[in-house]
């Protein structure tokens, strides 16, 4: 794989290009606290912008220049992961070498990793730790994060906690996302695409209408449609992990006076996923084996279900900001609503139908949820000696979920020697079930402030703190009118409550050695609130509260800008200690793998990354990154009933933790002086092994473990010289290489199950767009 990886570096060197490189601004940025206006599509770039040193963030919530900002900060643009063939934050982890994905069923238990760490749970309790930030508004439900990325200017990846300015659900990092604003002028695009492996068309398009010389507004909408990478041979063969998206986004900003400025933003989306089926991937050591399809591994690209696992959601919301000019201060008000909703369906076993001795097992669970959001700040000039953001933040989230379970079990006296199903005239047949209904709401207040001194030109003290205070609620009552596999007692009315103040914050030193070389040195304690572990299976010993999780992190950066703003070299180290740390430990309940979400004890992280930008002309650059990171378990606690055997040794390396990740990317422009031009790129990345599954036993982690790989895109096309329309042909996972993104335990018969992403296999794409 190492070899491959030099291989895509190689490809990627001689195409040259930058995809990861975030739209920038031709003007220094402003002291307000939202970005300034971006035009409605970008221009073809000018010898005097869109320099890797001229990047433009909001990571401090205020908009200034990525070598200014003291946090590790990686910046890919939306129209980079949308070259790639990317559709949600899963993409960018190709992009990104500190960030991992945790693939899973259905969206709404897939995790995002950073540095190591992250949340896994299954849990409506239970919160992530990698928060999502869209135009200022926290999405609370980690599910509702991995929906499509809509009309995106640019996605910013801040590593390790970031309490002090974005709060509790942050204590390994936040992504914050900045989506295009309105242009001055009448103008938009219209794009579509097909891609092979499973016959995938997506179409999207925005348009800039003014109403008004104060008013703007921007309307952009979505669809896509795939069929899936995997075929199910219980139903013909048919394809499944595929999609249906679609979804209208829109954008007003109205600019009454020079110093007021008001941004309303509404989004609608559904989606219908038969994803992720979770295939066989080892032999069963029972009579499964006779009906599941042979397993090949990450080679497996069969299934044999008579339910296909699949999740609906329907999500929509609103936001308004405000934005008043007071003097030099600036007053920043955002509020939001937002409801999301998803339907999960699952074959819990994997197999065509009920057999003696092999149970069927069949979840349905629906889940409502909303979240109400008020934030307002004060922000001041940044170039004076005492420049500070200071603020208060509420918000209330609450869901709601029915999950139902039903069973088949069947039996015959004497038992038959061959696999025989529970259709079967003259057997005995049960059907067992049980419905739960559960649910929790978060409230959370919460007191910020983040300062610097600026001592001089050069010299920079930086201090902040973040007063929270949490309240979690929760309720669950189950009704089982018959026990059976995976299907406990009756239980309940249980309801629980917990409370949680806390008070974290940031110190930091900043110093310019020369003037394109910033160094910096911070200290950040990192807080996640209290959780409980409701989930369908719960029982009078699980209902303890899951304290809080806190962090105490520490890292030195250096930020380079070479030759004029077109290299951009940064460097980063790190060291960050995690308590209480939040996770997810496998247990049998009713002879069914699950999962509890536990307090597992102390971890911790360190490592070392660099990230390059490189435009040494205007059509030619370059973008890559590489990450050296060991996380691991410290400490695992014991549980309090004295069982040792599920207790994680210490030293074991996290999940979803590779020690090695990194990237290359490239993009060459060639100008012919006619009325097209040649464009080429190429995208590689590599990552060595990582653990799917945390176990206590090594014997699981060495099977869950997933092999190191590599990965190369290549694109081609033609772009008309005004950038008035554009034709692109892409070859993705050129090398064919095939991979799992999961692996976990509990398949029938002992045997292991895989989930296999799209990006496994090498396909092919084309893409046409259109600019007015």
Not at 63 to 88: C, F, H, M, Y
Not at 266 to 271: G, L
Not at 432 to 438: D, K, R, S
Request: net charge neutral.
């Amino acid at each position: 794989m190492k070899t491959m990886f030099l291989t895509s570096a190689g490809i990627a060197a001689l195409l040259l290009a930058s995809p990861a490189l975030a739209q920038k601004e031709a003007t220094p940025p402003s002291d307000a606290t939202r970005p300034d206006p971006v035009a409605g599509e970008t221009p073809p770039p000018t010898a005097d912008q869109n320099e890797p040193g001229d990047i433009v963030v909001t990571a401090q919530k205020r908009s200034e220049r990525l070598q200014d900002v003291p946090v590790a900060v990686s910046v890919i643009s939306g129209d980079a992961i949308s070259a790639k063939g990317g559709t949600n934050l899963e993409s960018a982890q190709y992009l990104v070498p500190t960030l991992n994905f945790r693939k899973s069923g259905t969206a709404i238990n897939q995790s995002l990793f950073l540095r190591g760490v992250g949340t896994s749970t299954f849990s409506i309790a239970g919160e992530p730790s990698i928060s999502t930030v869209v135009d200022g508004v926290v999405y609370s439900r980690a599910g509702e994060a991995f929906s499509d990325l809509i009309d995106v200017d640019r996605i910013e990846v801040l590593r390790g906690p970031q309490g002090t300015l974005f709060g509790k659900n942050t204590s390994a990092g936040v992504i914050n996302i900045v989506t295009k604003r309105p242009g001055d002028d009448f103008g938009g695009f219209l794009e579509g695409g097909y891609y092979t492996n499973g016959n995938e068309y997506r179409v999207r398009g925005a348009v800039d209408l003014p109403l008004s010389g104060i008013i703007k507004s921007r309307i952009t909408g979505f669809y896509g449609h795939y069929d899936g990478n995997i075929r199910n041979l219980a139903q013909g063969g048919d394809r499944v992990n595929g999609y249906e998206h679609y979804g209208v986004r829109g954008i007003v900003v109205v600019d009454p006076t020079p110093d007021v400025s008001f941004t309303l933003i509404a989004d609608y989306r559904e989606s219908h996923d038969n994803c992720c089926a979770e295939i066989i991937g080892t032999r069963p050591t029972n009579l499964a084996a006779t009906v599941l399809p042979t397993p090949l591994g990450n080679k497996s690209r069969t299934i044999s279900q008579n339910l296909v696992t699949s999740a609906n959601e329907k999500s929509w919301g609103v936001s308004g900001e405000l934005d008043w000019t007071l003097g030099n201060q600036t007053v920043t008000y955002i509020g939001s609503y937002r409801e999301y909703d998803n339907e999960e369906i699952r074959d819990g076993d994997w197999l065509p139908q009920a057999y003696i001795g092999l149970i069927q097992l069949h979840d349905f669970g629906p889940q409502v949820s909303n979240t109400l959001t008020q934030e307002i700040r004060l922000t001041s000039p940044a170039d004076q000696f005492f420049s500070y953001v200071v603020g208060a933040y509420y918000s209330r989230a609450y869901t709601e979920r029915s999950f139902s379970r039903f069973d088949i079990v069947c039996s015959a006296t004497p038992t038959p020697s061959a696999l025989t199903p529970c259709t079967t005239p003259g057997l005995t047949v049960t059907r067992p079930q049980g419905t739960a209904v559960f649910g929790s709401t978060f409230k959370n207040l919460a007191f910020f402030g983040q300062s610097t001194l600026n001592l001089s030109d050069r010299l920079r003290l930086i201090g902040g703190l973040r007063y929270t205070t949490d309240q979690l609620n929760v309720f669950l009552t189950r009704n089982t009118p018959l026990a059976g596999p995976g299907i406990q007692p009756s239980f309940g009315p249980f309801n629980g409550k917990t409370t949680s103040d806390n008070l974290s914050g940031k110190a930091g030193v900043q110093f310019d050695i020369v003037r394109q070389s910033t160094a910096y040195a911070t200290y950040s304690r990192g807080y996640k609130g209290p959780a409980f572990n409701v989930f369908y299976n719960l029982t009078a010993t699980g209902t303890n509260v899951i304290a809080p999780e806190t962090a105490d992190s520490y890292e030195v950066g250096l930020k380079n800008t070479f030759l004029d703003g077109k290299l951009v070299l940064n460097l980063a180290a790190y060291y960050a200690k995690y308590h209480n740390f939040q996770a997810n430990n496998p247990d049998i309940v009713a002879g069914v793998l699950v999962t509890r979400f536990t307090n597992a004890g102390e971890i911790s992280t360190r490592g070392a990354e660099a990230d390059l930008l490189f435009q040494p002309v205007r059509d030619l650059s370059f973008s890559g990154g590489v990450a050296y990171t060991d996380a691991h378990i410290d400490q695992f606690k014991v549980p309090t009933n004295g069982v040792t055997t599920g207790v994680v040794p210490s030293g074991t390396t996290l999940g979803y933790a590779p020690k090695w990740k990194g990237t290359l990317g490239a993009d060459y422009r060639y100008r012919t002086g006619g009325v097209v031009d040649l464009a080429l790129g190429a995208q590689g990345s590599y990552q060595s092994s990582q653990i799917s599954q945390l176990d206590a036993s090594a014997a699981i982690r060495a099977a869950t473990t997933i092999k190191a790989y590599g990965l190369v895109d290549l694109s081609a096309g033609i772009v008309q010289r005004d950038d008035l329309f554009r034709i692109t042909f892409t070859v993705k996972n050129l090398f064919d290489t095939s991979f799992a993104s999961a692996i976990t335990s509990g398949g029938p018969g002992g045997s292991y199950r895989y989930i296999i992403p799209r990006e496994a296999d090498r396909y092919y794409g084309v893409t046409g767009r259109v600019n007015f």
